[in-house]
Nanobody, 122 residues
Framework: QVQVVESGGGLVQAGGSLRLSCAAS????????MAWYRQAPGKQRELVAT???????NYADSVKGRFTISRDNAKNTVYLQMYGLKPEDTAVYYC????????????????WGQGTQVTVSS
């Protein structure tokens, strides 16, 4: 069994900061990519940032320079540090673990968390 749990969401004023955490647990040997997505009301889910096991990161243009993704492979944990938050960052933020190699064997393409709400007031 695998679990992915996000935490750290909340209400913040524009210009503020938040740090999201996501922990994957269960019968996991390794995770190739950990990613953050978000979905605002009435909009499609969009990719925010990704981090490979080797430390390669990628960001949506809308968050470059404001958000930083990092991960701890030993803990199967990924973080999203968000600075300079804007009202348009308001969304449910989802963590995705992609390319999971399981123990004692097996593979999952992806496993998603339930999401954490981030609300930025103007």
């Amino acid at each position: 069994q695998v679990q992915v749990v996000e935490s750290g969401g909340g209400l913040v004023q524009a210009g503020g900061s938040l740090r999201l955490s996501c922990a994957a647990s269960g019968s996991i040997f390794m995770i190739n990519v950990m990613a953050w997505y978000r979905q605002a009301p009435g909009k499609q889910r969009e990719l925010v940032a990704t981090a490979t096991r080797d430390g390669i990161t990628n960001y949506a243009d809308s968050v470059k320079g404001r958000f930083t993704i990092s991960r701890d492979n030993a803990k199967n944990t990924v973080y999203l540090q968000m600075y300079g938050l804007k009202p348009e960052d308001t969304a449910v933020y989802y963590c995705a673990a992609k390319g999971l190699v399981l123990t004692p064997g097996g593979y999952l393409d992806a496993f998603w968390g339930q999401g954490t709400q981030v609300t930025v007031s103007s």
